[in-house]
């Protein structure tokens, strides 16, 4: 029998979820049914999780519950912090310094030994993880910046928790909000390669923070996460040259060269997520006065799409295309953006776990042999 083969598991469906689905012809994204635009704009991050990880949203008294138990999860202990100073001493990078921390987040979880099919242990590891990734990521960057890390502030929400900690000041309305947003938009995406990932391991019924500490490996990778850092890195090399935005692109369309947060592998129009982010974009160049990355953005967009310029049809703006330029705008250094696309989908890589261990499988494809056959083993002394 021939068996198929699907390189990448290109169009290959290995699994069933109510969580997110998208449309990539019609540039759609929906959690558990919810357009993704509803969410982002009306709904906190901590609603999004709860419909992710509950199947519904929450009621006010549901969300305070859920919310407050979070943030009484914020604190690091100190052994964790101890182990980041070591890490920022020798300036690892943010992505590694965060694989490494939630993997040391486990030696102080009461349900570390927890059994492999207890459900509600799951879910408070998954809780534990998603407030603490935030400490994590202040605290290292602190730390390597010469800086103490920010105790966390309970009361404010997860995402003005974080900005918070991270500068040591509480962020203005629009910060905040768009930071909740940018978080909301990061939450889920399908079976990516680094929700894949996180599925395969709870597949064998290894514990939460193994699942995730797979997730943030597999996003580490340059063809998977750091699209929103690649971009920010290009308007940096436009703003130090002596030349426009328009004549920028055009050199790197005219060299046919890959224009950072033009294009993906699902959608084939503009990335619903873009839409959203570029609208928060103008927001916060409006209230902080700063508008060069925007009209950069600006000016980039018109050119490839009102002038037809792109090499191939089907090219559009992704959500990392403005996810750079927003996340610049709050302060947030470029290598840490990476890690916070790693914070906000934490929050499905756990939603998954639950979804997939309720009815699980072990995941287990086969490889197609393609090497040589028949060889004649030859002893060691007559080689």
Do not use: C
Not at 206 to 233: C, F, K, R, W
Not at 291 to 306: A, D, F
Not at 310 to 323: Q, R, W
């Amino acid at each position: 029998m021939t068996e198929q083969f699907s390189k990448g598991l290109e169009g290959v469906v290995v699994a069933e979820s109510e969580l997110s689905d998208i449309n990539g012809e019609t540039g759609e994204l929906v959690y558990r049914g919810y357009d993704i635009e509803d969410l982002a704009t009306g709904a906190s991050y901590e609603e999004v999780l709860y419909l992710l990880w509950n199947g519904r949203l929450p009621a006010r008294d549901e969300l305070a519950e859920f919310s407050n138990g979070m943030a009484g999860e914020f604190a690091v202990d100190e052994a964790v912090l101890d182990s980041l100073r070591v890490l920022a001493d020798a300036d690892e990078r943010p992505m590694a310094a965060l694989r490494t921390g939630v993997s040391m987040l486990s030696m102080t979880d009461p349900d570390a030994d927890a059994r492999p099919r207890d459900e509600a242990a799951a879910r408070r590891k998954g809780r534990r993880i998603l407030a603490q990734i935030p400490t994590l990521l202040a605290a290292y960057d602190r730390l390597r910046r010469g800086e103490e890390p920010v105790e966390p502030d309970e009361s404010l929400s997860y995402a003005g928790n974080f900005l918070y900690m991270l500068t040591g000041d509480e962020p203005g309305e629009v910060a905040e909000e768009t930071f909740d947003m940018a978080l909301s938009l990061h939450a889920d995406h399908g079976l990516n390669a680094s929700t894949f990932t996180t599925v395969v391991i709870a597949s064998t019924f290894a514990d939460v923070y193994s699942s995730v500490t797979g997730g943030i490996g597999a996003l580490a990778g340059p063809l998977h996460g750091g699209a929103n850092q690649d971009v920010m890195e290009a308007l940096f090399d436009l703003d130090e040259r002596e030349i426009t935005a328009r004549e920028w692109v055009e050199e790197m369309v005219d060299r046919g060269s890959r224009v950072p947060g033009w294009g993906h592998r699902v959608y084939s129009v503009t990335d619903p997520r873009a839409a959203i982010l570029r609208s928060k974009l103008e927001d916060l160049a409006a209230a902080s006065g700063e508008t060069k990355w925007l009209n950069y953005t600006t000016s980039i967009t018109e050119y490839l799409t009102e002038e037809q310029r792109l090499p191939e049809k089907g090219i559009a703006p992704n959500v990392d295309f403005y996810s750079g330029s927003v996340y610049h705008q709050l302060g947030i250094p470029v290598d840490m953006y990476t890690p916070i696309f790693a914070m906000a989908r934490t929050g499905g890589w756990v939603a998954h776990i639950l979804e997939y261990q309720t009815n699980n499988r072990l995941i287990r494809p086969r490889g197609r042999y393609v090497g040589p056959e028949d060889e004649a083993f030859v002893p060691l002394e007559n080689r």
